[in-house]
């Protein structure tokens, strides 16, 4: 790796540097083929996050795993579209420890601090079809949280029992297993939702991972 000096300039007596042209660009294509993970409560050893990542997904495309300092892994993985298939097969347990897997986003920093909300995948039973669209779907999990994707085959229209959507939940959310979904005619119908997985929630210190009172 060869680097290069870059001239620093000055702003009201701050020094400051501005990226050269590309960098973004280059770092861009490896990081979308990233997934970030962190444990919500007790993490488990490098040794053995690695050891488990490994054999669930070396057979997906997983190319390393790195840990950092504040609790975060990466799994670094050949593609996007492997990344992609590793978390529409979500949710994953590491040793039944609560282990949370998010793709990486522009502009994430891997800072520890208290979790009030996390990824939960849920199922949603009975939306109409004319429904099965990213406006129809962002509707109805937007009861549950903040929608963040579908999975492949509820996108395809290859699975019509139910849609199962990946929603971003707060610890303030009640977690509940059914709502009114409001059709044009002002008629409503049920939606009944199965989550996947449910930590615990600790309505003390209002973190994840743990319960309390």
């Given amino acids: 790796m060869e680097l290069e000096f870059v001239k620093p300039s000055s702003m009201n007596g701050e020094i400051f540097v501005q990226p050269l042209a590309n960098a973004k660009t280059?770092?861009?294509?490896?990081?979308?083929?990233?997934?970030?993970?962190?444990?919500?409560?007790?993490?488990?050893?490098?040794?053995?996050?690695?050891?488990?990542?490994?054999?669930?997904?070396?057979?997906?495309?997983?190319?390393?795993?790195?840990?950092?300092?504040?609790?975060?892994?990466?799994?670094?993985?050949?593609?996007?579209?492997?990344?992609?298939?590793?978390?529409?097969?979500?949710?994953?347990?590491?040793?039944?420890?609560?282990?949370?897997?998010?793709?990486?986003?522009?502009?994430?920093?891997?800072?520890?601090?208290?979790?009030?909300?996390?990824?939960?995948?849920?199922?949603?039973?009975?939306?109409?079809?004319e429904y099965w669209n990213s406006k129809g779907f962002s509707s109805v999990a937007s009861a549950i949280g903040i929608p963040l994707f579908a999975d492949e085959i509820t996108k395809s229209k290859r699975r019509l029992s139910y849609a199962r959507i990946c929603i971003e939940v707060s610890l303030s959310q009640d977690l509940f297993d059914s709502f009114k979904l409001r059709l044009d005619d002002d008629s409503f119908i049920t939606i009944n939702d199965v989550y996947q997985w449910k930590t615990p929630a600790c309505t003390s210190c209002m973190e994840f991972g743990h319960s309390g009172i």
């Avoid at 294509?29 to 409560?41: M, N, P, R, V």
């Fill in 26 to 129: 280059e770092g861009l294509l490896e990081c979308k083929a990233t997934l970030i993970s962190y444990f919500l409560h007790k993490k488990l050893s490098y040794n053995t996050v690695c050891r488990i990542a490994k054999k669930l997904w070396s057979s997906k495309g997983l190319i390393d795993t790195i840990a950092t300092d504040t609790g975060f892994f990466i799994f670094k993985f050949k593609s996007e579209s492997d990344c992609k298939l590793v978390l529409d097969e979500g949710p994953w347990t590491f040793s039944n420890k609560p282990f949370i897997l998010k793709q990486w986003h522009l502009n994430m920093q891997f800072v520890a601090k208290p979790y009030t909300s996390i990824p939960l995948w849920v199922k949603f039973y009975n939306i109409p079809l």
